[in-house]
């Protein structure tokens, strides 16, 4: 059973515009959630993280919100640019307990 | 700054074949990974390790064999390939206070005919 999902296959976004990806999650024992940006033909990259005990990241153009009780997590991406046309994997893990992705989102961003 | 590095990058195999990619970081991680990526399947851990003499299964194991003699490498055997182990594998590492941030390799795309 998953336990980390990202129901959107992909996504399409026009520059400049907000991109919201979304992730949910099933286990309730998840206290550190991670996102990754994916290019192709390389290895995924850590991008931002937010621990259980907040409800909101930021990182620049990038914002990582939290809502433990809908067990939900969204990245938003503003403004989104050309260059962040990627897979985007969410994760989570908890103590010491591997790393858990999602199957991702593919981002396009177009100019 | 190597980081991960993975060898090889690329890899065709005949069913029953045994091959072992290798995985080596120089940052002095304790945790060390390997995953694999199908399509719509997103990132499956296959096994990892969290130091030097000690490792457990991921999501995915069989099939697949892995040990850590030393804190720089962690190759991952192959047995005995079949075709449904055709994928992109990526090794990963993170230090113990950063057990989420993985820093990954490249990848090894293997193809099992």
């Known amino acids: 059973d998953q336990q980390v999902k990202q129901n959107s296959p992909s996504l399409s976004v026009q520059e400049g515009r907000i991109s919201i990806l979304n992730c949910d999650y099933t286990?309730?024992?998840?206290?550190?959630f991670l996102w990754y940006k994916k290019y192709p033909a390389e290895g995924p990259t850590f991008l931002i993280s937010?621990?259980?005990?907040?409800d909101k990241n930021e990182d620049g153009r990038f914002t990582v919100f939290l809502n433990k009780s809908a067990k939900h997590l969204s990245l938003h991406i503003v403004p989104s640019q050309p260059g962040d046309s990627a897979v985007y994997f969410c994760?989570?893990?908890?103590?010491?307990?591997?790393?858990?992705f999602g199957k991702g989102t593919r981002l396009s961003v177009i100019a | 700054n190597a980081g991960v590095t993975q060898t090889p990058k690329f890899q065709v195999l005949k069913t029953g074949q045994s091959m072992t990619l290798q995985c080596a970081q120089d940052?002095?991680?304790?945790?060390m990974s390997w995953y694999r990526q199908d399509p719509g399947m997103g990132l499956r851990l296959i096994h990892y390790?969290?130091?030097?003499?000690?490792?457990d299964q991921g999501e995915v194991p069989n099939g697949y064999n892995v040990s850590r003699s030393t804190t720089e490498d962690f190759p991952l055997r192959l047995l005995s390939a079949a075709p449904s182990q055709t994928s992109v594998y990526f090794c990963?590492?993170?230090?113990?206070?950063?057990?989420?941030?993985?820093?990954f390799g490249e990848g090894s795309r293997l193809t099992v005919l």
């Open positions: 990963a590492s993170s230090s113990p206070g950063k057990a989420g941030e993985l820093f």
């Open positions: 286990n309730s024992m998840f206290d550190y």
């Open positions: 937010i621990s259980s005990i907040k």
């Open positions: 994760a989570a893990y908890s103590g010491n307990t591997p790393l858990v």
């Open positions: 940052m002095n991680h304790e945790y």
């Open positions: 390790s969290v130091g030097a003499g000690i490792t």
